[in-house]
């Protein structure tokens, strides 16, 4: 089993003033002793930690350095108001950054904390006072986290420390004194120059929060210049790479000024491809009836770059009017589930009908990249199938550069980590990775009256029925909606058919603008009636879990041969089956068989690459950088030298070759 962090170096909070009483009076609350337990798997902390609801740290046996100083961090920047605007990923990565296991945290511990989540910043030892967090490395190269009381001084030197941990010496929390190396006769082990200091916020209430403030409510109001403008002035380095609240929330606007950057003339010329009698008023008229997707940026009307194709899936008097189109033979998505219906009867188990995938997977940076020194170092994140279920014998054939790093199973997003230097920045650089899989169809055998009551105060339950704010949000209206779709219905898989049905019938498909510019995809599918499958699955498990359905996100590729692209679904909980795949996009078929019907709501297809088992989690390594798909990842990430590089900077290719294992009956 895993640890959960090293015990690290010496670092200080100073907490300042009227601030240190409130740290010190947290840290005195927690009573002497409870054992030091300092265990593979052991938590170390004396509480639970919470943040919105979900678990960011359990309560563990006993407790060890770290956790207690974590506990007491954590309580203190509650109440100043420091985590309200973090989210539950952030804070995960606080405390791995706090226990040491986070990047680039292994020395300074929690001023890199601190400072990375934009809650406090390092200071010097002679700003140091009671009140703050201290973390030091001994000589011996243990290391101890804790909460200074007072420093220890001879003659007006510092010579050690007094201070609050949980260590072995008190079996538990409890007071100790200990001394530097370098202080004569006192035999001391705590290397001063390895004591590092930072400080915890106070309240904010400071004119950045202000100007942020008024740099959302300007892009609300469609000044994105001026917005702009604000922004860069809470920049201090413009050349940096693109972390901070004020530097993502630039970058958010670039990308939304690209997402929605037709001019009407570019528009209607789009729309006369396939319609070449439209004409200005024909664009009034589907604008005045929401058919069009725009923005009104700069006082000036600019159009989704995908709004034309969407208009013929939203207005059936421009769809009436285009002109006939080919129509292709796609999959027979629909004949293949029957089929599957009719294997499942005689099947061992859910798993049925292999399918084996080949998977060439490349990504390519454009020459000539300004960040693109001779010598510069490039990080690129691959998709990679994950081991799940019906995912299974995975093997990497190749990849290039040879040396990588695969993501552990069940990593949120299951990725190929490579790496290379610039040659010669004129020319393109290639990652690639080779592997294959065998994904089986999963087709278990339903029946309602075999349904089991769920352990409400499990954490299962408890965490995938909980609000995940800003893309799952449990608001009144939306427990109301889910109370009208579900009635009185007590059955959960029942349930979770009527949402299902409901997603398929109420929030048809269309193209989607960036997630990454998209506050809520589950608020964005219900106020708009429409999303692309991340934004209907969202709004599946936004309201089975408003319906006390455990419900989670998945992700990955279809493979569907000749319609292979990206694909998001979800799933939710059913005892006893467990897990249970849903695909609220692909939705209820049209066929005359029920089972066919709802397939998709506890069954799912063979042709799929399953990648991501959650939305908005950290890379493998982490990325320095916001990430060009901050929510999902399907076609990859790329950064030089820290700084990241937009999907329109490289090129993908996905690859693809599907061979069925066995024979489905219409082919025997």
């Not at 100083?69 to 920047?77: K, N, S």
């Not at 209607?268 to 009836?289: G, H, I, K, M, Y």
């Not at 040659?423 to 999963?442: G, Q």
């Not at 999902?632 to 030298?641: H, K, S, T, Y």
């Amino acid at each position: 089993m895993k640890r959960w962090a090293i015990l690290g170096a010496a670092v200080v909070l100073a907490a300042g003033s009227a601030d240190a009483d409130e740290v010190l009076d947290v840290a005195e609350r927690y009573a002497n002793g409870g054992g030091y337990h300092w265990t593979p798997g052991n938590s170390g902390s004396p509480v639970t930690l919470t943040h919105r609801g979900q678990v960011v740290l359990p309560k563990g046996e006993g407790s060890f350095c770290c956790g207690y100083t974590l506990a007491v961090v954590f309580e203190v920047a509650q109440q100043r108001g420091l985590l309200d605007n973090k989210t539950f990923e952030q804070l995960k990565r606080f405390q791995r950054d706090w226990y040491g296991d986070g990047p680039n945290s292994r020395e300074t511990l929690v001023v890199k904390a601190v400072e990375r989540l934009g809650i406090g910043c390092r200071v010097e030892h002679a700003d140091a006072q009671p009140g703050d967090f201290v973390q030091l490395w001994r000589t011996s190269g243990s290391g101890h986290s804790v909460v200074l009381l007072d420093w220890v001084r001879e003659g007006g030197e510092i010579v050690g420390l007094r201070y609050r941990s949980s260590q072995k010496s008190t079996d538990g929390i409890g007071d100790r004194t200990e001394y530097f190396a370098d202080a004569e006769g006192k035999g001391g082990s705590v290397v001063r120059q390895r004591t590092y200091v930072c400080r915890l916020d106070a309240p904010p209430a400071n004119d950045r929060d202000h100007t942020m403030e008024e740099a959302n409510r300007l892009v609300d109001a469609g000044q994105y210049a001026e917005a702009e403008e604000a922004l860069r002035a809470l920049i201090p380095d413009p050349t940096a790479p693109v972390a901070s609240e004020a530097a993502i929330a630039l970058e958010r606007i670039r990308r939304t000024r690209r997402e929605f950057s037709l001019t009407e003339e570019e528009l209607l010329a789009e729309v006369r491809r396939q319609v070449p009698d439209a004409d200005e008023s024909d664009l009034a008229r589907w604008r005045d009836a929401g058919d069009l997707q725009l923005r009104v940026i700069d006082g000036k009307t600019r159009y989704f770059r995908r709004a034309a194709s969407n208009l013929f899936r939203f207005n059936s008097d421009a769809a009436r009017r285009r002109e006939k189109q080919d129509q292709r033979q796609g999959f027979d998505q629909t004949g293949l589930i029957a089929r599957l219906v009719a294997m499942s009867g005689n099947a061992d188990g859910p798993a049925i009908y292999p399918v084996k995938h080949h998977v060439t997977y490349t990504l390519t940076v454009k020459p000539n990249n300004p960040h693109a020194a001779k010598g510069a170092t490039v990080r690129a994140w691959l998709p990679y199938p994950q081991e799940y279920q019906q995912q299974r014998n995975v093997k990497l054939i190749r990849s290039a550069p040879a040396e990588h790093q695969i993501a552990p199973p069940r990593q949120g997003h299951r990725t190929i980590y490579l790496e290379q230097e610039v040659v010669d920045p004129a020319k393109p650089l290639s990652f690639v990775a080779e592997y294959e899989f065998v994904t089986h169809a999963w087709a278990p055998r339903l029946n309602p009256a075999m349904v089991l009551e769920y352990d409400k105060i499990g954490e299962l339950y408890t965490t995938y029925t909980a609000e995940r704010a800003p893309h799952i949000v449990l608001d009144d209206p939306t427990r109301r909606l889910a109370a009208e779709i579900v009635g009185d219905e007590p059955n959960p898989l029942i349930r979770a058919r009527k949402i299902f049905r409901w997603v398929s019938a109420n929030i048809p498909w269309c193209a989607e603008m960036e997630y990454s510019i998209i506050d809520s995809l589950g608020q964005k599918g219900l106020s708009a009636g429409r999303g692309d499958c991340g934004v209907q699955g969202t709004v599946f498990i936004t309201l089975c879990r408003a319906a006390g359905v455990p419900a989670r996100w998945q992700s990955g590729w279809q493979t569907k041969p000749g319609e292979e692209n990206m694909h998001d679904w979800s799933e939710f909980y059913v005892e006893p089956w467990g897990w249970l795949p849903a695909d609220a996009s692909h939705g209820v078929r049209k066929h005359a068989d029920p089972r066919v019907q709802d397939f998709l709501c506890g069954g799912l297809d063979p042709y799929r690459m399953i990648v991501n088992l959650d939305y908005a989690q950290e890379l493998h390594p982490p990325k320095t950088s916001y990430r060009s798909e901050p929510n999902d990842f399907q076609r990859g990430e790329v950064e030089i030298d820290g700084h990241n590089l937009y999907f329109d900077e490289w090129n993908w290719d996905f690859d693809v070759h599907t061979e069925p294992l066995e024979p489905s009956p219409a082919q025997e």
